[in-house]
């Protein structure tokens, strides 16, 4: 397994605004969408290429193309934020979804469903949750997808932190991992430290906000 870290300046602006906890709703998601969009890149890097032939107007050209179907698998709900951003940059890649919740008393994460495409053996998938905490939900999603025939599988969050990474380490040493930040730990009810708070709550506006705490933004 390797941990992949990303670093560069735009990764760290877009980071910068999605930690702020004045950021709106609609900020927050478009900073999730770009991030997402610059993670494609590195999370694709290693992806096998064939050898093909197309005609351009005026003659044959040899091209590389890549080799298998991508998969897409946001687990729900945090992770449909990021799935925009990733398919911008690989349109044709099919999507499974994986509704996952994390029990807030003992912290363990429960499927509630799962709907994959076919020959997901052949595929190149690509687990999409912005928050690697535990490493409860990745690691539960990550057996499921094996259970399923997923055989090459990439993690791709925006903050995680090292008790997740260890335990995807532990359970699932031949996934690499790309995240955005490696942050310093959890609290008791394991949020990442110092995290962004609910990713899903921040993405859907599902937070309570008092009005007055609104206006005084
Ligand atoms: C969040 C997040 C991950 C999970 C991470 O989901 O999107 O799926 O927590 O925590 P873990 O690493 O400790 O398992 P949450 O359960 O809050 O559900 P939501 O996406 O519906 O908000
Ligand atoms: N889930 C979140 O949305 N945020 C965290 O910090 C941890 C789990």
Same mark, same amino acid.
């Given at each position: 397994?390797? %941990?992949?870290?990303?670093?560069?300046?735009?990764?760290? $602006?877009?980071?910068?605004?999605?930690? &702020?906890?004045?950021?709106?709703?609609?900020?927050? =998601?478009?900073?999730?969408?770009? !991030?997402?969009?610059?993670?494609?890149?590195?999370?694709?890097?290693? %992806?096998?290429?064939?050898?093909?032939?197309? *005609?351009?107007?005026?003659?044959?050209?040899?091209?590389? =193309?890549?080799?298998?179907?991508?998969?897409?698998?946001?687990? @729900? =709900?945090?992770? @449909?934020?990021?799935?925009?951003?990733?398919?911008?940059?690989?349109?044709?890649?099919?999507?499974?979804? @994986?509704?996952?919740?994390?029990?807030?008393?003992?912290?363990?994460?429960?499927?509630?469903?799962?709907?994959?495409?076919?020959? *997901?053996?052949?595929?190149?998938?690509?687990?999409?949750?912005?928050?690697?905490?535990?490493?409860?939900?990745?690691?539960?999603? !990550?057996?499921?997808?094996?259970?399923?025939?997923?055989?090459?599988? =990439?993690?791709?969050? !925006?903050?995680?932190?090292? $008790?997740?990474?260890?335990?995807?380490?532990?359970?699932?040493?031949?996934?690499?991992?790309?995240?955005?930040?490696? &942050?310093?730990?959890?609290?008791?009810?394991?949020?990442?430290?110092?995290?962004?708070?609910?990713?899903? &709550?921040?993405?859907?506006?599902?937070?309570?906000? @008092?009005?007055?705490?609104?206006?005084?933004?």
């Amino acid at each position: 397994m390797s %941990l992949h870290v990303l670093d560069h300046p735009l990764i760290h $602006e877009n980071l910068a605004i999605i930690r &702020d906890k004045h950021t709106t709703a609609g900020s927050f =998601r478009s900073a999730v969408d770009t !991030l997402t969009g610059l993670m494609a890149y590195p999370l694709t890097e290693q %992806l096998p290429e064939t050898q093909t032939t197309v *005609l351009t107007p005026l003659m044959e050209a040899k091209v590389a =193309r890549i080799a298998s179907p991508i998969v897409l698998v946001p687990i @729900l =709900r945090a992770g @449909l934020g990021m799935l925009a951003g990733m398919q911008q940059m690989i349109p044709e890649a099919a999507v499974g979804v @994986l509704g996952m919740a994390r029990n807030e008393k003992t912290l363990m994460p429960e499927v509630y469903y799962a709907k994959f495409p076919d020959k *997901l053996s052949e595929a190149e998938v690509i687990v999409l949750d912005p928050m690697l905490a535990t490493g409860g939900s990745a690691a539960e999603a !990550l057996t499921e997808l094996k259970a399923m025939g997923a055989k090459h599988l =990439r993690m791709a969050c !925006l903050v995680a932190a090292p $008790e997740g990474v260890s335990k995807l380490t532990l359970e699932h040493p031949d996934v690499d991992i790309y995240t955005c930040a490696l &942050d310093s730990g959890l609290n008791a009810q394991g949020y990442i430290l110092p995290g962004l708070g609910d990713a899903g &709550d921040r993405l859907f506006g599902t937070e309570v906000v @008092l009005q007055d705490e609104q206006h005084a933004k």
